[in-house]
């Protein structure tokens, strides 16, 4: 079995105990070391951190096995392990936040099933072998979501469709709608934020960065100096000012999150900074409805926005909502000091507003390929059959162009591309029989490779006078 050490700057975090794959001896053992920095391994003689799962400015997160549970139930351990170069009143305000977020995780997780549940939260004092002092660690054990985050659930599956995203918005509104009635705000709403398990329920993770009307004062803490208050290019303006935050600070956030996953860009290829305006209606077509209520949760003042995500959620089902009022105060503590960022810090570089096509290259290569290979045996068969070239010629041009118009609506894709090809390959065998197949075969292949090569070059002089703009 493998454990982790959670010393930071450990050489060799990764330790290898055979004798701990017995069931029995891991249940008994009293305690094992990192055999490169002594650093005990087994926390609070129960947690058996086994598997890095992320490393961030302030720590990492590790997959740990309960062994006082009948189970060994599966956690994540988070480590609070800070840069060293932090002054110490830095590190005591990312302490602050680090305790924060157990303190929510305790609150919320333990009332809403879709917040990961706390299970402990601890600190350590172990002997550093080089200085001689104590060093402090901390921890904070949390419910284990086996799934995938957004981000991840898209790099692997592609951009989702506007019914995926819809029901992702609807079911974390409920969540945050649960959230803001606890008096709180999250602050970091992003793809990466949000988790699927195996069920298909959807979590919301990380509340390091949240705020509280029972927060300690911050005043003080910047961006630079905690690096996780927010997430640039999802933080709306009166955030990324560190001024007062809001429900509405949460929802413009999670207009973003859809965003990104409706096209596949990132916030700062969406927003046009020389006119402070999202710009994402180019990349992807979603009905009106949902257009514009993504578009009002995007507003750059907090009063404009919708004030809560109940009337969010209302609006989606075409309910009546109110105008926009003065948004609910929620934290009351002293603020962040106005430190307005330069403009590489507050906005997005600016996006170029021409249209941009909606499809990836490589479903523009499929296709090209799929129209050509079908040009190719509508050609054959079409140019054999007694009919005049005229009339030929007219029919070629009509098929392919509704072939062209179904695929640019999704009206086929995907594996219908596929079987319509299999179909008009059968057909066409069928009425030419008298041909060899190699060749009822050949021709539309070398056709639909034509068709590539030509896709290609034109995608090439596209870009290169797009960029000449």
């Known amino acids: 079995m493998e454990l982790y050490c959670t010393r930071s700057g450990c050489p060799r975090p990764v330790n290898s105990f055979a004798e701990l794959d017995d069931l029995t001896v891991l249940k008994r053992v009293s305690q094992k070391y990192c055999t490169a920095c002594g650093m005990p391994l087994i926390l609070r003689d129960r947690y058996l951190p086994g598997k890095l799962l992320g490393k961030g400015g302030f720590g990492v997160a590790v997959l740990a096995r309960d062994r006082d549970t009948p189970t060994m139930r599966s956690c994540v351990v988070k480590v609070f392990r800070p840069p060293e170069n932090l002054a110490p009143n830095q590190l005591r305000k990312a302490q602050i936040l680090f305790e924060r977020e157990a303190e929510v995780l305790e609150q919320l997780g333990n009332e809403h099933p879709q917040i990961p549940e706390l299970y402990a939260f601890f600190e350590l004092s172990v002997l550093n072998r080089i200085s001689g002092k104590e060093d402090q660690f901390f921890y904070l054990v949390q419910e284990f979501i086996n799934g995938q985050t957004l981000d991840e659930e898209q790099k692997r599956k592609g951009n989702f469709l506007e019914d995926e995203v819809e029901e992702i918005l609807r079911e974390i509104l409920h969540v945050l709608q649960f959230v803001h009635e606890k008096g709180t705000i999250h602050r970091d709403i992003k793809p990466s934020n949000i988790m699927r398990d195996r069920q298909g329920r959807l979590y919301l993770l990380d509340f390091g960065a949240v705020k509280q009307v029972t ?247 596209y870009k290169l006078i797009y960029r000449n703009f």
């Open 215 to 461: 927060s300690v004062p911050l005043s003080g803490i910047s961006h630079k100096s905690t690096g996780i208050i927010y997430t640039p290019g999802y933080a709306p303006p009166e955030q990324m000012s560190g001024s007062q935050v809001y429900p509405a600070t949460d929802l413009y956030a999670l207009a973003v999150t859809c965003l990104t996953l409706l096209t596949g860009k990132s916030p700062q290829e969406l927003y046009d900074s020389y006119s402070s305006e999202w710009r994402w209606r180019n990349y992807v077509q979603v009905s009106d409805r949902l257009a514009s209520i993504l578009d009002r949760m995007l507003l750059p003042i907090p009063q404009q926005r919708f004030p809560s995500a109940a009337e969010v959620l209302a609006a989606l089902n075409n309910e009546f909502t109110s105008a926009p009022i003065q948004p609910q105060v929620i934290n009351s503590v002293p603020q962040l000091p106005p430190n307005p960022p330069t403009i590489s810090q507050s906005a997005p570089p600016l996006v170029p507003s021409s249209p941009q096509p909606r499809f990836t290259l490589w479903e523009v290569l499929v296709g090209a390929a799929f129209t050509g290979f079908e040009g190719g045996l509508l050609l054959l068969c079409l140019r054999y059959l007694p009919i005049s070239p005229g009339i030929s010629i007219g029919l070629w041009v009509m098929i392919l162009a509704g072939l062209i118009f179904a695929q640019n609506r999704r009206i086929i894709e995907k594996f219908d591309l596929l079987i319509i090809a299999g179909l008009t390959l059968a057909l066409v065998w069928f009425l030419l029989r008298s041909y060899s197949i190699g060749f009822i075969i050949g021709v539309p292949i070398v056709v639909g490779l034509v068709a590539i090569a030509i896709t290609t070059l034109f995608r090439l002089i």
